[in-house]
C-alpha cells in the first residue's frame, strides 16, 4: 500500500481551496488513463474540460478531485478541494511541495539531450539516495508544477526538465523550482517559428538560472553553437557557469571515446586534471558527451563520482530517444532479427547528425543474416518542425553536416524532408513519402530481414507510426543494446 503523499490540510493551506470532507491522497494525476487507486485527481482544461472525467476518476479509486466546481450527479460521499482555478492550485500545490523537500533539485533544459541528460542524471544520482525525476518529458508549464507536487517524502534528489517553445517560459519554472544546480545541455536552432534566432534561444535557455541563487553553479554544453555567448549570459547573471564536451576547450573535456560492440567508453578529465574513464550501454558519441555533463553535475554537488560513474552502465536511452528494438522474425522462406532504433521523439539538425552516427557505429557484425552478405542500414527521416522561415534552408543545409558514408539507404517523409532528399546522392537515395501513412502503408518493402533501421522526426510527424508496423512484423526479444 502506498504511503499518503497529500492530506487535506495541507492542500487546503497549500491553495486556499475549500475542502468538501477530510481525505488523504497517495498521488496525484491529471489523467484518468494512468490514474492509480488512492489519487488526487485533477481537473484541468485542455482539449477536453477534465471536469468531465471526475464520475470516471472516483470509479477508478480517485480518493479526491481538485475543481473548480463539483459536477452535477456526483455523490455526496466524495472528497473535492473546491478552488477558483485548477492550473493555478496546481502551481500552489507545486510551490508547497518544493519548499517541504530538503534534498537537491537539479534542473536541465537545452535544445537537444536534456531528456536524455535528465534520465541519466536520475540513474547516476540513484547511487546516492532515492531520486524523484520528471516522467517522460513533463517540461512545461502543467508537467513541471506536477513533478513538483508528486516529491515523494523520502526522496534525497529531484531531477527536472524544463522545456519551452516561446519567450518567456523558461523562468517562471525555474523560480517555481528553485533548483540548487542546473544544466544547460547542446542549444541549437529549435523552435525557430517562435524565437525567430539562436541568439534568442540562448537567452531563453539562460532563463534557468533566474531560480537558482547567485553563485550557484550552471553546467553548459560547450557542444553549442555561440557558446561564448552562452557563457556570458549565464555569468551576467552571477552564476558560476562551468563547461563540459569535447569542443571549445571545455571545464570537463571528453577527451577520448571508443565505440565497440555497440558499447560507448570514454575518458573524461576534470578541471583538477585527473581523469575519469565511463562506459554506456549504447552505442554514441552524443551519449558519452551527455554523460560528462552528468558527471560535471555529480562534481559540483561534491558527490563521489566514482558511485555515480558506475551507475552510468546501467543507462540505456528511452523510447523514441535512442532506444534499440530486436525484433525477431520467422517465416517459411527466412528468419532472423531486424533491429530498429527509435529516434522520433523529436528533431532538430544536430540531434538528426547524432542519430546518423548511432546508425553509423551500430555493431551489426555479431547478428545472424539469412540470404543476404552483410545488414544494411537504413535511415529514415521525417520533417524538422517548428523551424519558421529557415525550414527549407536547415533541411537543404542536412547534406552538409550528415556523415552517410556508412548508410546504405535514406528514405524521407514529409514536404520538408524532400528538400534534403533530392540531394541525397543516387547509391544513398531511397523512397520519398509525404506523409507517415504512406510509408507505414509501404515499411515491409523497404526493409528485409537483417537490417538495422534507424527512424528520425520531430514528434509531430508521427513516425512512431511506423515503428509500431516494423514491431508487428515479429516478437519483440530486447529493447536494448
Not at 555561440?226 to 570537463?252: C, Q, W
Not at 546501467?314 to 532472423?336: F, H, N, T, Y
Amino acid at each position: 500500500m502506498r504511503s499518503f503523499l497529500w492530506k487535506s490540510s495541507e492542500a487546503i493551506r497549500a491553495t486556499g481551496g475549500k475542502s468538501t470532507k477530510d481525505w488523504v491522497a497517495s498521488g496525484i494525476s491529471t489523467d484518468t488513463r494512468s490514474l492509480k487507486k488512492g489519487d488526487m485527481f485533477i481537473a484541468l482544461s485542455d482539449k477536453r474540460d477534465g471536469h468531465e472525467f471526475v464520475n470516471e476518476a472516483f470509479s477508478l479509486g480517485a480518493s479526491v478531485a481538485l475543481v473548480s466546481k463539483i459536477p452535477a450527479g456526483i455523490w455526496d460521499e466524495h472528497a473535492f478541494l473546491v478552488v477558483p482555478d485548477v492550473l493555478t492550485a496546481l502551481n500552489d500545490l507545486a510551490v508547497f511541495a518544493r519548499k517541504r523537500f530538503s534534498g537537491t533539485v537539479i534542473a536541465i533544459t537545452g535544445s537537444v539531450g536534456k531528456t536524455g541528460s535528465k534520465d541519466m542524471l536520475g540513474e547516476a544520482l540513484s547511487a546516492y539516495g532515492k531520486v524523484h525525476k520528471a516522467e517522460r518529458s513533463f517540461n512545461n508549464h502543467i508537467g513541471v508544477p506536477l513533478t513538483l507536487a508528486l516529491i515523494p517524502n523520502d526522496a534525497k534528489f529531484v531531477v527536472l526538465e524544463i522545456g519551452m517553445s516561446n519567450m518567456g517560459e523558461i523562468a517562471p519554472l525555474s523560480i517555481m523550482s528553485a533548483p540548487h544546480i542546473a544544466l544547460i545541455t547542446s542549444v541549437c536552432e529549435a523552435h525557430l517559428s517562435n524565437l525567430f534566432s539562436l541568439e534568442n534561444i540562448i537567452l531563453e535557455k539562460a532563463a534557468i538560472c533566474d531560480g537558482l541563487k547567485q553563485g550557484s553553479t550552471c553546467v553548459v554544453s560547450s557542444e553549442t553553437k555561440l557558446i561564448e555567448s552562452l557563457l556570458e549570459t549565464v555569468e551576467r547573471k552571477r552564476m558560476h557557469a562551468v563547461s563540459y564536451g569535447r569542443m571549445n576547450n571545455p571545464d570537463f573535456r571528453v577527451n577520448e571515446v571508443h565505440v565497440s560492440k555497440n558499447i560507448t567508453c570514454a575518458q573524461m578529465i576534470s578541471p583538477s586534471g585527473s581523469e575519469s574513464y565511463f562506459k554506456i550501454n549504447s552505442p554514441g558519441i552524443h551519449h558519452a558527451v551527455n554523460a560528462a555533463g552528468v558527471i560535471a553535475i555529480l562534481e559540483s554537488l561534491g558527490l563521489d563520482i566514482v558511485r555515480g560513474i558506475m551507475k552510468l552502465a546501467s543507462w540505456i536511452p528511452g523510447i523514441g530517444r535512442g532506444l534499440v528494438l530486436k525484433i525477431e522474425i520467422e517465416g517459411q522462406m527466412r528468419s532472423g532479427f531486424l533491429t530498429v532504433i527509435d529516434e522520433t521523439y523529436n528533431a532538430n539538425p544536430e540531434s538528426v547528425r547524432a542519430a546518423i552516427d548511432l546508425l553509423s557505429l551500430f555493431d551489426s557484425s555479431g547478428f545472424k543474416v539469412q540470404h543476404y552478405s552483410r545488414p544494411r542500414k537504413i535511415a529514415i527521416l521525417g520533417d524538422m518542425l517548428e523551424l519558421g522561415s529557415k525550414e527549407i534552408e536547415i533541411h537543404t543545409g542536412l547534406i552538409n553536416i550528415l556523415s552517410l558514408t556508412s548508410i546504405d539507404k535514406v528514405h524521407c517523409v514529409g514536404d520538408r524532408m524532400r528538400f534534403f532528399y533530392d540531394l541525397l546522392p543516387l547509391s544513398k537515395k531511397g523512397e520519398w513519402f509525404k506523409c507517415t501513412d504512406d510509408i507505414s502503408a509501404n515499411v515491409n518493402k523497404l526493409v528485409n530481414i537483417g537490417d538495422v533501421v534507424m527512424l528520425k522526426a520531430s514528434n509531430g510527424v508521427g513516425l512512431g507510426k511506423v515503428i509500431e508496423e516494423l514491431k508487428s512484423k515479429g516478437q519483440l526479444v530486447e529493447s536494448k543494446v
